[in-house]
Structure formats: C-alpha cells, structure tokens
C-alpha cells in the first residue's frame, strides 16, 4: 500500500503539470481542444489524489504501523475519530490533505465549465494546476514532507501529542486549509482575468461565492484555534500572537478587504485594480503563513522543524508569485481602470476605501512584525505588547468604518439625513456606558472607548435594520412585514447584518477579555478546606480523585467548590491526563457565567501522591462574546452562500433599489 500511495502522488504530480500545460496552451492559442484536454487532465490529477488519501487514511484506520507517518502520529489506543484526525496532525499528512482539498475545488470548477469551456475559467483551472503541482512536488521531492515512506523495522507508535486530543483541534487545521484553498480561486481567477485582458465583472462572479467560501471558513478554522488555545493549552488565553497564529489572520483581514472591494466591483464596477490586488495579496499571504509554519525559519510554538527543501520550493514559490502578479497588473493596468474617483468624504465610496485601506495596513503591518522583523533584526523580539499597540487602535478605528459606512448614501450623504441616521446609534452607545460602568470597565480608559465604539456600533446594525425595514415595507405595509422582508427578501444583505453584528460582539470581547482580565496564581497545600480568592471569587478545596479518562488515560481531578460573594456558585475540577503512550497533560475548566468566565488551571501535573498544586485563576471578562461573535461571523457567511430564489431577488430590487451593500 505504501508504493500504490507514492505511485498516485507521483502521478497525481505529473497530471497537475499535464492539466497547467494544456490549459495554458488553450489559452495562449484559444484552442477548444487543449482546454477539454486539459479538463480530462484534471480529473486524472483528482483520482490518483483521492486514491493517495485513500490510502493514508485506511493505514491510520487499520493502524499500519508500516508506514513511518501513522506510527508518528497514532497509537493502538486511539479512537476511531482521532485516528481519522492523525490523518492531518503532522507536515507530511497535512500537505496531503491541502491537495486533496485542492482537488475537490478544481474538480468542481473543470466539471461545471466541461461543456461552455469558457476562456477565463480554463486559464484560472490552468493557475489552480500550478499551485496544485507545487504542493504535490512538496510531497514527491522531499522526504521530510512524504507521508509514504515505510517505518523502520522495530519502530515503537509514538501516539497523538495529548494537546491535540481535543475536538477543536481535530477540526482547526482542515478548516484553516479549506479556506487557505478557497481564497485561491479568487487569486486563480484574477491572474486568468489578466492574463486575457479581461476586465469587467466575470472573474468576480466566477470568484466571489469562492471567496465568501473560504472566509467562511477561515473564519472558523481561527475560531476553533483560538477556542482550542482557551480550553486546552493552559496558557490563560485564547491568542499568543504567535507567529503561526498572526500568518492565518492576516489573509482573513485581507480577504475581508477583498470582499468590500468585490461589492463595489460588482455593483458599480469600481476598484478593480483594488480587487486584483486584494486577490494577489490574500493568497501570498496563505502561502506566506505556510512559509512560515513549515519552513522553521521562523520560532514559534506552532511550527515545524527547519527543512531546506521546502525552505527553497516555498519561499520560489512566494517571489515568482509575487513578481508574476505585480508584472501583469502592471501590463494590464489600462485593462482594469474604474475611475474610482470619490465625490464625497461623506459617502459609502469614500468609507469603504478607507476601511479597505484600514484592514490592508493592519495585515501588513502584522506580516511585516511577524516575519520580517525576525528575520532581519534576530536580537529583536516583537512581543504581545508591540501587536496589541496596532491592532486595538486598528480595530476600534475599523469596528467604527464599518457602523458608519452601511448608514451612507452611495457617491453622497445628505447632512440632515446623516444627523437622523446617527440618533439611534449614539443613543445606544451613551445606554451602553451605564452597563460598562455596572462591569467595571472604566479602569482602561482606552478599552472604554472602545466598548463605547461598540455600543454605538451595535446601534448602527439595528439602524441598518430599520432603514432595511422601512423601503421593503413600503408606504402599504407595516414595519413588521417590512423586517420579514428584509431579511427573507435579500441573502446578502442579511448576511451583511449577521456579520456586522458578529463583530460588535467580537471586538467587544476582545477588548474586556484581554484589557479587564484578572489573573492570579498560587500554591495550595492539598488538604481539605484550603482556599484561594480572586475578585470575590472563592474557591475550597474539597479532595482528589482518580479514574479512567479519555483515550486510555488516567485522570486525576482536583475538587474545587466555588462561591461568589459568599453565595455557592458551582464546583470546578481542573485536572491531569495521563495518556499510555504520549505522556501527561493538564486539563483547565472554565465556569461560564454572562458577562465573564471563571478560568482555572494547574500550572503543572498532579496525581494522587502530589502534596501541594500550583493553581492559575483568571477571570476573563465577555470572554464568551468572543465565541458568540465568531459563530454570528461564520452563519452570516453561510446565509450569504445559501442559493437565492431569482423572483425573491427581482422583488427586493424593485422594492429597494438603492441597496447594494451585499457585504460579508
């Protein structure tokens, strides 16, 4: 089975360049005939992908010890479940698993286009079959990233790093890389759409539900990373700023930009060259948070070791991308002029120019601290503190663009229609500092203002709402009719609602849970009655226990009861794992409460012998706006790839024809 899997990458390689060859031919030469050809390359590169999947997954299920990656990566005592995700727990399977994904989205493309055989599909096929070669010769030509080479005879099953046994970690990476994958059909897209000098809105039709699509699931892959970081890793957070960590948000910041640019494009056929760029510059950076997380020649806790092979196939990868975009932009700039020309500061133009601007800086002001800081000053460390000072400012600046810009007018706002507008949204932030005060968050005057921002920027949604309601309604029906219609009548633009109220929720918990959070740690005898306080919180110490936990290991749970203010609240126990084969792992638990969580660890393993336990409370402030935020993000994306009914969307524009804001 290990030749039948090396054999389909090596083919699945040989059919990715004979698919880009074709392809390209077909397009150079407008031939018909290359382009099928190319096309029937392509499923040839998907079927030997899907049967080398099939085989690493079948080892790991019939626990094939043979193969060097399985005994890597699992054990005999591993669930079912974990064993399936083993598939994608280290380099070698991981890069499998993009291919294969890759696969799943040219095979779609090539199929729908089989019988048009339209030009600018087949070029962004043919760029789609490169990227594709690329990772599989990754995989053929490097040893360390080949997840077919047999085990040496003797070799012991090392297991799942315990950290990794936890459902948010089984689903974080595959979600990171099917995002990763659906933002490179935007960038496909746009270098066919150069290539043929084509610039009107086809590219972005062909693209834009593939772009929704992968931030749909960046989003969620950074969700479950940071919700995974929270519950399991101990730290006392949800987000390091850890290399690996920043390179998978900034393509999520750029393709938000790109998302804008794509309804203004769209729409009124503005920012085109925007738009290319955003494409350009959200896969570069997919591929730089690769590079960053393979390659090793940047420190994190994340990455994998040094390898020099992918040291040069990646960062190759990264300069021909970067200097190929950059010179046919530049050769079709004429191609793609939109004057973008702004009539007034005062207009839904000018404020998405300005958040698109916002979030572009903020990405690559990240990138640029996060790679090349390292690597061309060493001896100098950008820590939390450097990252908090951009990207706070940054996100209550952008939390703001983004209330205001969908209360505008489009070209120009009217100033007394602007004053109306603005009412409900300022009454809403000034009802908001009553409940920041109640919480306790005057202590940072700057976080204040932030969550003040997001008082009135909650009252901008609700605005949106209305004003929503109030055309769909029309002067024959009521503003209850008109809200059913507002959000049934129009998929993007309830989609624009969920997401922008997701980010209220989102920015707010960010701010009281990193600028209000209360931390303290302490030793404790273990003997019944003891006692630790924080902020009112008390928690005694009621005895130890041991038994059987999950995946074969064994559990020691230290007993806390927990009051606030003298009243019982719960019980917590924060516990060790002790796993057979991969070692031991401390486990924190979190009593969740409306506005805060109560957040305790230990800060190292106990059983039943230990005579004292290192305890770690934090009080995390709306930490859970955080996850509600997230889940808003991700549903208002899926509600805007949902298919519309056509009658319902000719209905909507006829009721409201000043509304295009199909943001995501």
Known sequence: MIVLGQLSLTFAFIFALASAAFLFMGLRWDRKDFQRNGYYAVYGFFLTTVIAAAVLLQAFLKKDFSFAYVASHSDATLSTFYRVASFWAGQEGSFLFWLLVLAIAIIVIAVIDLNRLER????????????????????????GSNPFLRAE????????NPLLLHPGMVFHPPTLFIGYVGLAVPFA?????????????????????????????????????????????????????????????????????????FTLYKARGLFKRWSLGLAVLTFWFTILATWTTRTGL?????????????????????????????????????????????????????????????????????????????????????????????????????????????????????????????????????????????????????????????????GAVIQFVLRSARRAAGPDRSLWSGLGRAFTGSRPRTAAYIVHLGMVLVVAGLLGSSLYKVEQSTILQVKEGETASINGYTLTYRGMTESA???????????????????????????????????????????????????????????????????????FPLIRWVWIGSILLCVGAA???????????QETRAVEPAEADATV
């Open 298 to 458: 940047i420190s994190s806790v994340h990455a994998f070791g040094r390898n020099q092979v992918l040291i040069w196939i990646l960062s190759s990868f990264l300069v021909v991308t970067a200097v190929g975009s950059i010179g046919l932009i530049v050769w079709r700039w004429r191609a793609f002029e939109s004057h973008d020309e702004v009539e007034s500061w005062l207009s839904r133009d000018f404020l998405y120019y300005v958040t698109n601007l916002l979030f572009t800086l903020f990405a690559v002001a990240v990138a640029f601290a996060t790679v090349a800081v390292p690597l061309l000053f060493p001896d100098r460390a950008v820590g939390p503190s450097t990252y908090d000072v951009i990207a706070r400012p940054l996100g209550v600046v952008v939390l703001a663009m983004i209330a205001v810009c969908p209360l505008l007018a489009w070209r120009k706002t009217d100033g007394a229609r602007l004053r109306r507008t603005l009412i409900l949204p300022t009454v809403t932030m000034l009802l908001s500092a009553p409940l920041w005060l109640y919480l306790g968050f005057q202590s940072t005057i700057w976080g204040f203002i932030g969550l003040l921002v997001c008082g009135f920027a909650f």
């Open 189 to 261: 897209f746009a270098v066919s759409a150069l290539l043929i000098g084509r610039g009107d809105k086809l590219w972005v039709r062909r693209s834009q539900k593939w772009a929704v699509f992968g931030w749909l699931f960046l989003s969620l892959g950074i969700g479950l990373g940071a919700w995974w970081a929270y519950v399991v890793l101990s730290f006392g957070g949800y987000w390091a700023w850890d290399p690996v960590e920043n390179t998978s948000l900034v393509p999520w910041l750029t393709a938000t930009a790109l998302l804008h640019s």
């Open 120 to 143: 600018l599909t087949g070029g962004a096929v043919a760029v789609l079959a490169v990227i594709s070669a690329v990772f599989a010769a990754l995989m053929v030509f490097d040893t």
């Open 153 to 160: 005879a003797g070799t012991m099953p090392f297991g799942l």
């Open 549 to 619: 936990g999950e995946q074969s290991s064994t559990r020691a749970v230290a007993t806390f009861d927990v009051s606030k203010d003298g009243t019982s609240i719960g019980t917590v126990g924060p516990h060790t794992d002790v796993y057979p084969v991969s070692g031991a792992a401390v486990r924190a638990v979190i009593l969740g409460r409306p506005f805060e969580d109560l957040f305790v660890v230990t800060d190292e393993p106990f059983d039943a012998t230990s005579k004292t336990i290192a305890l770690r409370i934090v009080i």
């Open 639 to 649: 509600v805007s790839l949902w298919p519309r009914r056509q009658r319902q969307e």
